[in-house]
Structures are given as C-alpha cells and as structure tokens.
C-alpha cells in the first residue's frame, strides 16, 4: 500500500472512530483477509448531570468562594425540612435556631466575599 493511501485510510478509520458513522469505514480501503478493523463503538453521550446539594464538588463549582459552604448548608437544610418536615413545635424551635445560625454565618461569608466592594 502506498503512502497516500495509507493516510486516507487512516483518515477515514479516524473519522470512523469519532463520528461513528460506518460509512467512513466503507470507505476505508481494506488491507487483506487479515484486517484489524476491529474498532470499538462510540462512547456513548454521558448522562446530564443533576443539580445536588450535597456534591460538594458540584456546588464548588457552581458557587465558588466562601459563599460555598453557607449557601449550601442553607440548601441542604431545606431539602431535609421537605421530606422530613418538623411535627411539633419544639421542632421549630430548633429549626428556627439552626436557620438563624445558618444564615448570620452566610451573612458573614457575603460581607467576606464582598467586602472590597
């Protein structure tokens, strides 16, 4: 085989492997009987990510900063008073007092972040 042809075979195997599309690999010139075109199949599109409060990593990279943990903190809260929702009142009580605490501490980090300001 010949260089020119070497090249456009590997061009189209190359195009094969990116886009998938056989017919790339039709056009790919065969070597022989013995012709390694064994190529793996595309990798399939990776699934959407889902918002989650408690990835951390994820809401780093969604937030960033020293707003990361209160905010978060805050989220993670209110998605635990949603399926667990408090049945009496000593329970809101505590509720409250954890969401105030929460909240000066986010008040704290917003006046940090944006201080130069």
Known sequence: MNLFKEIARETALSLYVQTGKESFLKEAE???FNDPVHLPQPLP???ALEFDVFDDLMMRDCIGGRLTKPVQT???GYVQT?????KDDAD???LFDSLQGELKA???AV???FGDL
């Open 111 to 113: 006046k940090d972040e």
């Open 74 to 76: 805050l989220l993670q």
């Open 82 to 86: 949603t399926l667990y929702p408090p």
């Open 30 to 32: 065969k070597m022989g």
């Open 92 to 94: 809101k009580a505590r």
């Open 45 to 47: 599109e990776a699934p």
């Open 106 to 108: 986010l008040l704290g």
